[in-house]
Nanobody, 121 residues
């Protein structure tokens, strides 16, 4: 059974940093493409970052240069390091397992339950 569990969300101030974690179970992370998607109130899901099939990282224009996706295959866990956060980063963040283009389009095959990130100005 595929399961993804996010953690690490919270309330931060503008300019601060936060790290999200996604623990995967039911499959081996190293054999799949995975990433992060977010959904702000009243908006559609937006792709944030992902690993593609060549294990390269890809980012949406809105977070490129500020966010970093990493993975620890030994722990079957991947992360989203968020720096220089802005109020517009406020959203529920979901980890997902899907092809990278699918994730960047805001979609996925398997999802976590989401974790709330709030950035105050």
């Amino acid at each position: 059974q595929v399961q993804l569990v996010e953690s690490g969300g919270g309330l931060v101030q503008s300019g601060e940093s936060l790290r999200l974690s996604c623990k995967a179970s039911g499959f081996y992370l190293q054999y799949y493409t995975i990433g992060w998607v977010r959904q702000a109130p009243g908006k559609e899901r937006e792709g944030v970052a992902c690993f593609d099939t060549a294990d390269n990282t890809r980012y949406s224009a809105s977070v490129k240069g500020r966010f970093t996706i990493t993975r620890d295959n030994a722990k079957n866990t991947f992360y989203l390091w968020m720096n220089d956060m802005k109020p517009e980063d406020t959203a529920v963040y979901y980890c997902a397992r899907a092809p990278c283009p699918t994730i960047l389009a805001g979609r996925g095959d398997h999802w976590g339950q989401g974790t709330q990130v709030t950035v105050s100005s």
